[in-house]
C-alpha cells in the first residue's frame, strides 16, 4: 500500500513540474510611448485570445504562455492595438510602448469605468473648444447662461436646478475645487475663467450624488477638468472678430524629457471685447498657467502647477422687458451704465502618486488659492431707494488652501476582483472681506449692509468597495463631512473679537449596481445621498435651523452600444432636496426654501457612421416642484424643463472640417404660479476649419440665423425712474447677435 501512495506522490510531482515547466509566468510593463507614463487598464489578450488580463497601476501585467510562440494583443482606449510576438521567456520584464491615436465611438467600451470620460474625450477631439463656455457645453446635460458681460461665472442648469453658479453642481480642475463657499455674490460661486480651455486634456463627469470622493456641492452633479501633462508641440494663436474682440495665445513647451520621464510648459492668453452692447463693455482677462511633472523613479511621480488670472468689465445688466417694449431702451441698451466688476484668482497645487504595487497605490494633493471679487451690480433699479437708485457692490477677498489623500488597493479572487479605496482630507476659506455696500455709480459709498470676516472649515473622509464578478460589478461607499463656521460681524460693534460659531455634520452613504449583459447592453443603477453646504451668515445667525440640506437620489438607466458606429445612453432620475434655509447675497436677507423632488429623463447619443462624419445629441427632461405648496404654487422658479444641446462635425478634403452645433432651452417657470414664464431659445454655431501639418485656421459664426434670445432670464420686482409702483415682470440679459470670429495658429 505504502509503494503505491508513494508511486502516485512521484507521478503527480512529475506532472506538476511538468506543467509548471510548460506553462511559464511572465510579466512586462506597458508604457506611453509620448511620455513613458505608465498606462493601466489596458486589456492584454493571450493564448491565442483565449485568456485576458489587464495591466495595472504600474502599468504591470502577468501572463501564462502555455506554448511559444505566442501573440498578445493589447489595446486601450486612445491607443492603436498593438499585437506582440512573445518567442521565449527571455522577453520577460520587456517594457511596451503604446503609441497614441484619437479614439473613436467603436472604441468606447460601455462597462468600464472611463466611459463617460471617453465620451466627451471623442466630443473634444471632433469640436475643439477656445473659451470657459465652450468647455462646460461639453459636459452632457450641462446647460449654461452668461449675463454680466463675459466677467462673472456662467449661470448653470443642471437636473431642474438652476443652479445659480454652482450651488448644486461640483467643479474642479486637475481635483482642485472652484467652487467658492459663503462667496459675496452666492453659495458655491465657480468661476472657470481662470482656465485656459486648450490645456484641456479630458472632462471627468458625473450626474447626481452618488460619488465618496465628491461632496459638498455634488447634489446634481460634478465636473473636473484634466489638464494635459506635456504639450506635443508649442503654439501660437491669434483670434479676432466681431464687437472688436481680440484673442492672443501661446503654449510654450519649455521641457520635454521622455527619457528622464520631465515635462515642463508654460501657457498664457489675453482676451478683450467690447460686445454687442450701447455700453462698451472693455472686457479684459489675461492668464498665465504652468505645469511641472515627473516620474522620480518607477513607482513616484510628482506634480506641480501655477494659474493665475484677472479681468475687468463692464455690464448692461439684466433689463426689464418693458423698458424694451416701451422704447425706453433697446435690447443692447441699459437702464444702469455702471454696471461691472474686477476679479482675480491664483492658485498653486501639487500632486504626489507613489505606486506600491500593480493593486496599491497612495495619491495625495495639496493645493493654496487667493481669491479676489468686486461686483457692481443693479437688479431693481429705483424700487429702495428713489433718489440714488439700487446699485449695490459685492466684495470677496480671501485665501484658501486645502489637501486631499487617498488610497486604493486591489484583490483578486478566483471568480472576482475587489478594490477598496479610503481617502480624506480639509478644505479651509480664510475670508478677510466679505461686503455687500449700497453705492452710487461705483464710487460712492452709501449705506454698508454686510461686512463680516470668518474662517469655514470642512473635513471630509470616505471609504468605497468595487467588487466585480462576472456580469456584476456592486460599489458600496460612505463619506462623512464636518464644517466648522468662525463669522466675526463687523457691523456689530457689542460683538467680542472672536465673533460666532456653528458647527455641522453630514453622513452620505451610497450604493450602486451596474450589470453588463454583454459587450452591447449595460445595465445600472445608482443611489445616494448628497448635500450643499450653506453660507456661513445664514448658518451662523439660525442655530438649530436647517442649514445644510440633505439630497436624497437615484439613477436607473443602460448604456447600449447596438453598432460600433452608435451609443445610446438613457436615464431615468430623481432627486428629493431637504427644506433649507438660504441667504440671498443680493438683498442680505435669509429665506426659507422648501422641500422639493425633480425627476426626469436623459438621453444622450453619439453617431458615427463614417470615419470623417461624427454627431452627438443631448436631450434632457427635468420636473421640479415643492412638495408642501398647494398645486399650481408649487413651481421651482427657472428650474429647466427641456435642454438640448447637440453638433455634427464632417472632416473632408484631407485637413478641412465643418461643424454645426446646436443649444435649445424652453420655457421655465419664473414665478412659484407660472404666471410669468421665461422664453425659449434655439440658437445655432457653425465652424470653419482648416489644419495643415503645423498650421491652421478657422472660421466661427456664431448666432448663424441671427435669432434674438434672452440668454439669462429672472423675474424681478424692479421700479424704473418715473415710475410711480414697482412692476414684477421679466428681466434678461441679451444673448449675441450674429457674429464672426475667425483665427490662426502656428505649431512649432
Not at 274 to 295: C, E, I, L, T
Amino acid at each position: 500500500m505504502n509503494k503505491i501512495l508513494i508511486t502516485f506522490l512521484v507521478l503527480l510531482i512529475s506532472r506538476v513540474t511538468f506543467a509548471q515547466k510548460n506553462q511559464t509566468e511572465s510579466h512586462s510593463f506597458l508604457k506611453d510611448a509620448d511620455n513613458k507614463f505608465p498606462i493601466s487598464g489596458a486589456q492584454i489578450l493571450y493564448n491565442h485570445g483565449n485568456d485576458h488580463t489587464h495591466s495595472g497601476s504600474d502599468g504591470l501585467f502577468k501572463y501564462h504562455i502555455q506554448s511559444f510562440p505566442d501573440t498578445l494583443v493589447i489595446s486601450h482606449d486612445g491607443y492603436d492595438e498593438l499585437k506582440w510576438v512573445v518567442t521565449n521567456k527571455g522577453d520577460e520584464n520587456k517594457v511596451v510602448f503604446l503609441q497614441h491615436k484619437p479614439i473613436e465611438i467603436s472604441e468606447v467600451v460601455i462597462n468600464h469605468s472611463s466611459f463617460l470620460s471617453a465620451i466627451t474625450k471623442v466630443d473634444l477631439n471632433k469640436f475643439p473648444v477656445n473659451s470657459a463656455q465652450d468647455l462646460l457645453r461639453k459636459v452632457p446635460g450641462l446647460f449654461i447662461a452668461q449675463h454680466a458681460g463675459g466677467g462673472k461665472a456662467e449661470q448653470l442648469f443642471l437636473r431642474g436646478f438652476d443652479a445659480d453658479h454652482g450651488t448644486d453642481v461640483s467643479v474642479n480642475v486637475d481635483g482642485m475645487p472652484v467652487n467658492i463657499v459663503s462667496h459675496a455674490h452666492g453659495q458655491g460661486y465657480s468661476d472657470l475663467h481662470f482656465v485656459i480651455p486648450e490645456t484641456v486634456n479630458n472632462i471627468d463627469f458625473g450626474k447626481g450624488a452618488y460619488y465618496t470622493d465628491r461632496g459638498d456641492f455634488c447634489t446634481a452633479g460634478y465636473v473636473d477638468f484634466q489638464t494635459y501633462d506635456r504639450l506635443k508641440n508649442s503654439m501660437i494663436k491669434l483670434e479676432g472678430g466681431s464687437f472688436n474682440s481680440k484673442r492672443i495665445l501661446g503654449m510654450f513647451s519649455i521641457m520635454d524629457d521622455p527619457d528622464n520621464r520631465k515635462n515642463f510648459y508654460v501657457a498664457t492668453e489675453y482676451n478683450y471685447t467690447d460686445g454687442p452692447f450701447d455700453v462698451k463693455q472693455n472686457f479684459n482677462r489675461f492668464n498665465m498657467f504652468a505645469k511641472y511633472n515627473q516620474w522620480l523613479t518607477d513607482h513616484d511621480y510628482f506634480n506641480v502647477q501655477f494659474s493665475t488670472f484677472n479681468s475687468s468689465w463692464n455690464a448692461s445688466g439684466q433689463i426689464p422687458e418693458r423698458a424694451v417694449n416701451e422704447g425706453i431702451i433697446d435690447r443692447w441698451g441699459s437702464i444702469d451704465p455702471t454696471e461691472g466688476g474686477s476679479t482675480s484668482r491664483t492658485n498653486f497645487q501639487m500632486n504626489y502618486k507613489h505606486i506600491i504595487s500593480s493593486s496599491e497605490q497612495i495619491e495625495a494633493m495639496a493645493w493654496y488659492s487667493n481669491y479676489n471679487f468686486n461686483l457692481y451690480s443693479d437688479f431693481t433699479f429705483y424700487l429702495k431707494d428713489k433718489v440714488n437708485g439700487d446699485e449695490i457692490q459685492q466684495k470677496d477677498g480671501r485665501n484658501i488652501y486645502g489637501t486631499e489623500f487617498k488610497y486604493a488597493k486591489s484583490f483578486f479572487l478566483s471568480n472576482a476582483s475587489l478594490t477598496w479605496a479610503s481617502g480624506g482630507g480639509f478644505r479651509n476659506d480664510d475670508i478677510g472681506t466679505l461686503q455687500l455696500n449700497h453705492v452710487y455709480h461705483r464710487d460712492l459709498l452709501l449705506d454698508k449692509q454686510v461686512d463680516v470676516t470668518g474662517v469655514e472649515t470642512n473635513f471630509h473622509a470616505y471609504s468605497e468597495l468595487m467588487w466585480k464578478s462576472g456580469k456584476w460589478t456592486v460599489n458600496p461607499g460612505l463619506r462623512l463631512d464636518h464644517f466648522i463656521f468662525n463669522m466675526h460681524n463687523l457691523l456689530d460693534y457689542t460683538q467680542l473679537p472672536s465673533g460666532q460659531s456653528s458647527e455641522g455634520t453630514k453622513l452620505s452613504p451610497k450604493l450602486n449596481f451596474w450589470y453588463a449583459a454583454n459587450d452591447k447592453v449595460t445595465w445600472f443603477l445608482k443611489t445616494g445621498m448628497g448635500f450643499h453646504s450653506n453660507d456661513m451668515r445664514v448658518v451662523v445667525q439660525q442655530k438649530g435651523m436647517n442649514t445644510m440640506p440633505y439630497s436624497l437620489g437615484g439613477d436607473f438607466g443602460l448604456r447600449l452600444h447596438p453598432l460600433k458606429s452608435l451609443i445610446i445612453m438613457p436615464t431615468f432620475w430623481y432627486l428629493f432636496l431637504q427644506q433649507e434655509f438660504v441667504y440671498v447675497g443680493d438683498d442680505a436677507v435669509i429665506e426659507p426654501s422648501g422641500k422639493s423632488q425633480r425627476f426626469g429623463l436623459d438621453l444622450g447619443i453619439r453617431f458615427q457612421p463614417l470615419k470623417n462624419l461624427y454627431l452627438n445629441v443631448d436631450v434632457n427632461y427635468s420636473r421640479a416642484r415643492f412638495v408642501d405648496e398647494p398645486k399650481g404654487e408649487d413651481y421651482v422658479p427657472l428650474a429647466p424643463v427641456i435642454t438640448s444641446t447637440g453638433s455634427v462635425n464632417w472632416d473632408f478634403l484631407n485637413g478641412f472640417s465643418v461643424g454645426l452645433q446646436y443649444r435649445y432651452l424652453g420655457d421655465r417657470p419664473g414665478v412659484e404660479d407660472n404666471s410669468i414664464q421665461t422664453k425659449a431659445y434655439f440658437v445655432n454655431d457653425l465652424i470653419f476649419s482648416y489644419i495643415h501639418r503645423k498650421w491652421g485656421t478657422n472660421l466661427q459664426i456664431n448666432n448663424l440665423f441671427n435669432v434674438k434670445w434672452n440668454e439669462a432670464q429672472f423675474a424681478t420686482e424692479t421700479q424704473l425712474k418715473n415710475e410711480v409702483a414697482p412692476i414684477t415682470d421679466m428681466t434678461f440679459t441679451p444673448g449675441l447677435p450674429f457674429g464672426i470670429k475667425m483665427g490662426v495658429f502656428y505649431k512649432f
